[in-house]
């Protein structure tokens, strides 16, 4: 059975970095899209960033960019999320996903296009 663990959520103040990392167990990496969802308490499951199969493309949700950076290393078979100059409007619980595909594109329009889920690590950025 194929899975996800997420792993770097943490408390943070405004302002701070953190590093979120998604590994993948019993399967290969390599074919697979990856994106990172959150979901904040009452609101609805958003997509944050998506990575290609080959990592060559790459896109944000615009409350984002700029300040995450999404990247893989199928070598280790993990998928990071950069967050730094954090708000605490970025405070949620931040998933993984992942849908098979070759072609070089992703997409953060549904997360039912996603196969694959994690399940999740908090990220809280307060004072």
């Known amino acids: 059975q194929l899975q996800l663990v997420e792993s770097g959520g943490d408390l943070v103040q405004p302002g701070g970095s953190l590093r979120l990392s998604c590994l993948a167990s019993?399967?290969?990496?390599?074919?697979?899209?990856i994106a990172w969802f959150r979901q904040a308490p009452g609101k609805e499951r958003e997509g944050v960033s998506c990575?290609?199969?080959?990592?060559?493309?790459?896109n944000y949700a615009d409350s984002v960019k700029g300040r995450f950076t999404i990247s893989r290393d199928n070598a280790k078979n993990t998928v990071y999320l950069q967050m730094n100059s954090l708000k605490p409007e970025d405070t949620a619980v931040y998933y993984c996903?992942?849908?098979?595909?070759?072609?070089?594109?992703?997409?953060?329009?549904?997360?039912?296009?996603?196969?694959?889920w994690g399940q999740g690590t908090q990220v809280t950025v307060s004072s």
């Open positions: 996903a992942i849908r098979f595909g070759v072609q070089d594109m992703c997409t953060l329009e549904s997360r039912y296009e996603y196969e694959y």
């Open positions: 019993r399967f290969n990496l390599d074919y697979w899209r």
């Open positions: 990575i290609s199969s080959s990592g060559a493309v790459t």
